[in-house]
């Protein structure tokens, strides 16, 4: 198991950027791949971006494409979810994950350990 603990959420206009991080411990983290989900009240948690253990492999929710943008750094036991043009549908809690293994994340079913999350809120 891995424990994660996000920070970085809060309140953004529409137009507004944030980044969200999520620090990690338990497993070696470069043995494998994260991810971060969302959940909107009323609406189920939605996978929104993954990347392998060496960071070279992404994958991002197709309406994130060129706004959000996911890293990691495994020196640092720390993944960053990088969130500009923030418009009031992206307004959810979001969770980090840790992956079963090293490979790129790509549904929810590979995904073993999540964080407590954070809230993000849009304002228009």
């Known amino acids: 198991q891995v424990q994660l603990v996000e920070s970085g959420g809060g309140l953004v206009q529409a137009g507004g950027s944030l980044r969200l991080s999520c620090a990690a411990s338990?497993?070696?983290?470069?043995?494998?791949?994260l991810g971060w989900f969302r959940q909107a009240p009323g609406k189920e948690r939605e996978f929104v971006a993954g990347?392998?253990?060496?960071?070279?492999?992404?994958y991002y929710l197709d309406s994130l494409k060129g706004r959000f943008t996911f890293s990691r750094d495994n020196a640092k036991n720390t993944q960053y979810l990088q969130m500009n043009s923030l418009k009031p549908e992206d307004t959810a809690v979001y969770y980090c994950?840790?992956?079963?293994?090293?490979?790129?994340?790509?549904?929810?079913?590979?995904?073993?350990?999540w964080g407590q999350g954070t809230q993000v809120t849009v304002s228009s």
């Open positions: 994950a840790a992956g079963r293994s090293g490979a790129l994340p790509r549904r929810i079913g590979d995904f073993d350990s």
């Open positions: 338990g497993r070696p983290f470069s043995s494998y791949g």
């Open positions: 990347i392998s253990w060496s960071g070279t492999s992404t």
